[in-house]
């Protein structure tokens, strides 16, 4: 078996997850001409028991509006987006953290002669259906910033406006973030209980070194999330908070990122944390 062959089987769940689905995207339906019918969207619904109703901030724009709390690298009109034009964001070239472009070498698990660039999630998202992989290690780094900015596009047009929010001011609270750390759910290793119940037994110090961003280390782990934005996700009408989490060996160089919303069944209930595998 070429290493090109086994670096295409060893590829992570995160990127395999993040082209599940894709094609919804890529060929949008086109709109339903039955203007009879009210959408789950526009639905009048009760505000669920033991949820605040939603207050009137940035966080919360018009119906028809998402915006990001997050610069994905997509252009600073692209931070508040009307629903119906999210599909076209997959057309935007991506721009890194200094504002060049962000591209990345795909291999294919076929031919060792292709090796196409890629700078939109549409062409991303496309060559991954495929079977294309990171080619270098290097681009394997550069994958996690088309991942986030990528899967926040597919989850944020699949997703509804909520009714109602468990969250002050639709955002994550530090004792919210202390409680996500302490659960021990984003650490390298096998998912077993141990490595929960370690953290759980940590004072783990969490700090915000800017807006929606929450930082803390297991000693092992330095784990960094990132609030995307704030819309409803598994469709129950309260809203959830779309956030991305990168998990870096502490002194080392592996690292690996996951998409996901964070939930609470009540203001008063404990976050929880959902990664989205499609």
Do not use: H
């Not at 959408?39 to 915006?67: K, N, Y």
């Not at 549409?122 to 495929?130: E, G, H, M, S």
């Not at 973030?177 to 490595?195: E, I, W």
Request: charged share 20%; proline share 6%; glycine share 8%.
């Amino acid at each position: 078996m070429s290493n090109r062959v086994r670096r295409a089987a060893g590829i992570g769940a995160v990127g395999a997850a993040l082209v599940a689905g894709a094609a919804l995207l890529l060929n949008p339906p086109a709109p339903s001409s039955n203007t009879d019918e009210t959408s789950p969207s526009e639905a009048a619904t009760e505000v669920p028991t033991g949820a605040s109703s939603m207050p009137a901030t940035e966080d919360t724009p018009a119906r028809d509006e998402i915006c990001l709390r997050l610069d994905l690298g997509l252009g600073a009109d692209a931070r508040c987006v009307a629903r119906e034009d999210l599909p076209s964001l997959l057309d935007r070239a991506l721009n890194d953290a200094s504002g060049g472009p962000a591209e990345m070498t795909l291999a294919s698990p076929t031919d060792n002669s292709a090796a196409p660039v890629v700078r939109n999630c549409r062409n991303y998202l496309a060559l991954r259906q495929k079977g294309y992989f990171a080619a270098t290690s290097m681009d394997m780094r550069r994958e996690a910033f088309f991942n986030r900015a990528c899967g926040a596009i597919k989850a944020l047009a699949k997703a509804s406006t909520p009714s109602s929010s468990n969250f002050p001011n639709n955002r994550l609270s530090k004792e919210d973030a202390k409680t996500l750390a302490r659960s021990g759910q984003f650490r390298f290793g096998p998912d077993d209980s141990a490595p929960q119940a370690a953290a759980q037994s940590l004072d783990l110090g969490v700090d915000q070194p800017g807006e929606g961003i929450w930082r803390y280390s297991t000693g092992t782990e330095e784990v960094t999330l990132q609030e995307i934005a704030f819309a409803d996700f598994n469709g129950d009408r309260i809203g959830d908070i779309l956030v991305f989490v990168n998990v870096a060996a502490s002194g080392g160089t592996a690292s690996a990122g996951i998409l996901g919303y964070v939930e609470k069944t009540s203001a008063a209930a404990p976050p929880s944390f959902s990664a989205i595998t499609d």
